[in-house]
């Protein structure tokens, strides 16, 4: 009868599981570590998580998807950098990006970039979201919101008043790493962008601060968006090849802009949406 030593064979295989789990630990906290430097000014924390687990190709590949951009511009910002000093001037433009983006942050959405005082942001992508639409106009209300309270503080401090518009759009765009090999970023290009930038121009055309299309409109409602929102008619839009037609945000799940009040009071349409 023979008889094995079988403990020399249980440490061998004790130690070879602990040096690979270790590796692969080692592995997975260094890619991490990576994707936070490559992609952590681009994404919120949260979107991040979920990306750990994809490899850089995945994340920068060009690809085409359906999501939502919306773009903001300041009204009044030029008059302030005129009359400030430079640093006041950063410093309160800095004030107004870390306030947005957070809200941004907590809609799941990606700030694209920071174009002069606008911020382009972008949701269902990196990671799809079949509710991006919902998610950018609840974020622009909110955003809004913040805004009233953010302007209240600036008469505290005895500087002018700002305003803010914003323009969505939902629709096909290429989505991924664009640049040279040198240094690229992850943007998106298409027809869908254009449309968002133009809607937040008109804002000025109509009075209003939050523009969106019908298909943001449409697809947020489908989403189970509660939309307190009035049409301003059809638009034409370069590189369109039909009219647009637009709506004026007033509010989302029962949560109403100021401008809202008289209109909600009207409109039996909005009665039923909150």
């Known amino acids: 009868m023979w008889v094995l030593p079988v403990a020399p064979f249980f440490v061998s295989y004790l130690f070879a599981f602990i040096l690979s789990t270790t590796y692969l630990q080692f592995a997975v906290e260094r890619h991490a570590r990576h994707i936070h430097r490559r992609f952590g000014r681009f994404m919120s924390p949260a979107v991040l998580e979920t990306l750990i687990f994809a490899s850089e190709e995945e994340l ?10 919306l773009f903001t511009d300041l009204r009044g910002f030029t008059t302030i950098s005129e009359e400030r000093q430079p640093e006041e001037v950063a410093a ?86 664009i640049g040279s090999k040198r240094q690229s970023d992850l943007t998106v290009i298409g027809d869908t962008v254009n449309v968002a930038s133009r809607l937040e121009g008109m804002n000025k055309e109509f009075g209003s601060r939050i ?20 049409s301003v008619g059809e638009v034409t839009v370069s590189g369109q090849a039909r009219p ?31």
Do not use: W
């Open 60 to 69: 920068t590949r060009p690809r085409r998807v359906e999501a939502t951009v």
């Open 211 to 230: 523009l969106i299309s019908e298909t943001t409109y449409e697809a947020a409602q489908a989403a189970g968006a509660r939309l307190v929102a009035e």
């Open 92 to 177: 309160l433009l800095n004030e107004h990006f870390e306030i947005m983006t957070e809200i941004i942050d907590r809609h799941s959405g990606t700030v694209s970039k920071f174009i002069g005082d606008a911020i382009m942001a972008l949701f269902g992508v990196p990671i799809e979201q079949p509710d991006h639409a919902a998610k950018a106009v609840r974020c622009a209300v909110e955003m809004q919101r913040a805004m009233d309270e953010f302007r209240q503080r600036l008469a505290q401090r005895q500087l002018p008043e700002l305003f803010m518009r914003i323009g969505i759009h939902t629709g096909e765009l290429v989505f991924g790493a």
């Open 244 to 274: 647009l037609r637009v709506y004026k945000v007033l509010g989302v799940d029962g949560i109403l802009l100021p401008e809202a009040i008289a209109f909600v009071g009207h409109t039996k349409e909005s009665k039923a949406a909150l």
